[in-house]
């Protein structure tokens, strides 16, 4: 049995075949998945997990250069803000866009991954850096 880093087969899977700027998706119960693209619903009830469990786990087994933002948090959701704040403190790359354009630039993700969460805007796009 694994013992360290992702226990979902899938997020493990797609984590492993992620090579330099391919992106995945982390969001919140009400973002729609776009037509093709995997998704990996590991939502249980609402709010279960959470938009920062599921980051957090991520970014412990995944090295991130960049991490999109729907604009829109800025006056929806101040947790989102400060987390997207941390992350371009800790030398990733942030950038914002209107849910708009974050949602059309999902499709080109390998995966989203589907949470519990249920505030608003709890959406980021994960763009692998290299390890090396």
């Known amino acids: 049995m694994k013992k360290h880093g992702h226990l979902n087969r899938d ?8 090579g330099h700027t391919d992106s995945i998706v982390i969001a919140d119960c009400g973002l729609p998945i ?4 995997e998704c990996i619903d590991v939502s249980l009830t609402l709010g279960v997990p959470g938009f920062f469990d599921v980051l957090d786990s991520v970014l412990a087994d995944f090295k991130a250069e ?4 729907a604009s829109e948090a800025q006056t929806h959701n101040a947790a989102v803000v400060a987390r997207a704040r941390a992350l371009a403190a800790a030398e990733v790359a942030v950038e914002e866009v209107p849910h708009e354009t ?3 630039r999902c499709r080109e993700a390998k995966a989203v991954i589907r949470t ?8 980021v796009i994960l763009h ?4 090396f």
Request: proline share 6%.
């Open 102 to 104: 974050f949602k059309r």
């Open 34 to 37: 776009p037509e093709g693209v």
């Open 128 to 131: 692998s850096g290299v390890i």
């Open 66 to 69: 960049r991490a999109v933002f």
């Open 116 to 123: 519990g969460e249920c505030s608003p805007y709890a959406n």
């Open 11 to 18: 997020i493990a899977r797609v984590l492993a075949n992620m």
